[in-house]
T-cell receptor, first 115, second 116 residues
Framework: AQSVTQLGSHVSVSEGALVLLRCNYSSSVPPYLFWYVQYPNQGLQLLLKYTSAATLVKGINGFEAEFKKSETSFHLTKPSAHMSDAAEYFCAVTSFTGGGNKLTFGTGTQLKVEL | KAGVTQTPRYLIKTRGQQVTLSCSPISGHRSVSWYQQTPGQGLQFLFEYFSETQRNKGNFPGRFSGRQFSNSRSEMNVSTLELGDSALYLC???????????????FGPGTRLTVT
């Protein structure tokens, strides 16, 4: 069964600093991986996805993630944090079971951006 | 293109009652999935429908059920509500399903259900 682990339930950075949110996956087959962001009282917004085309994936709002098979990781980064990046971030892996598509999420990382 | 819409956005029910939540997917999307989000359990998969057929079901009791209509709109129903059913219920739609590609899921704003 596929799963993801997010290290650090809370991360705090200064505005302008590097953002690094960690995600490790476990999968018996090549995984499809996603990062979503959730702002308060809202649903999930897709930031980026990895589907084996390229190991470095660029997403919206300046975020990117690198798939590293040797480390079973898919960490999310952004060179310079902005106040508007404060939100909760979820890493997810998809599995195809029963002919369907099911997302399994990590426990989330709350990002705080300080002045 | 309009996004995924969910109604109602907020709902307050009493223990023992039942509730129906509605989801309209993005136009052209035939797959609809439902997730429950709580502070304690995080995001958990409930079920997924494609072409009016349930293709996946999560580990939830039979009180949780759903269906999909021919226009891809979906509803989920929770009967005999318990306090622990208080959660944000998220619906997601996807263009297609299958091992041929990982089609991303687009989420609605959710329905916040409070059971008292």
């Amino acid at each position: 069964a596929q799963s993801v682990t997010q290290l650090g339930s809370h991360v705090s950075v200064s505005e302008g600093a590097l953002v690094l949110l960690r995600c490790n996956y476990s999968s018996s087959v090549p995984p499809y991986l996603f990062w979503y962001v959730q702002y308060p009282n809202q649903g999930l917004q897709l930031l980026l996805k990895y589907t084996s085309a390229a190991t470095l994936v660029k997403g919206i709002n300046g975020f990117e993630a690198e798939f590293k098979k040797s480390e079973t990781s898919f960490h999310l980064t952004k060179p310079s944090a902005h106040m508007s990046d404060a939100a909760e971030y979820f890493c997810a892996v998809t599995s195809f079971t029963g002919g369907g598509n099911k997302l399994t999420f990590g426990t989330g990382t709350q990002l705080k951006v300080e002045l | 293109k309009a996004g995924v819409t969910q109604t109602p956005r907020y709902l307050i029910k009493t223990r023992g009652q039942q509730v129906t939540l509605s989801c309209s997917p993005i136009s052209g999307h035939r797959s609809v999935s439902w997730y429950q989000q709580t502070p304690g359990q995080g995001l958990q998969f409930l079920f997924e429908y494609f072409s009016e057929t349930q293709r996946n079901k999560g580990n939830f009791p039979g009180r949780f059920s759903g269906r999909q209509f021919s226009n891809s709109r979906s509803e989920m129903n929770v009967s005999t509500l318990e306090l622990g059913d208080s959660a944000l219920y998220l619906c997601a739609s996807s263009l297609a399903i299958g091992a041929s590609g990982a089609y991303e899921q687009y989420f609605g704003p959710g329905t916040r259900l409070t059971v008292t």
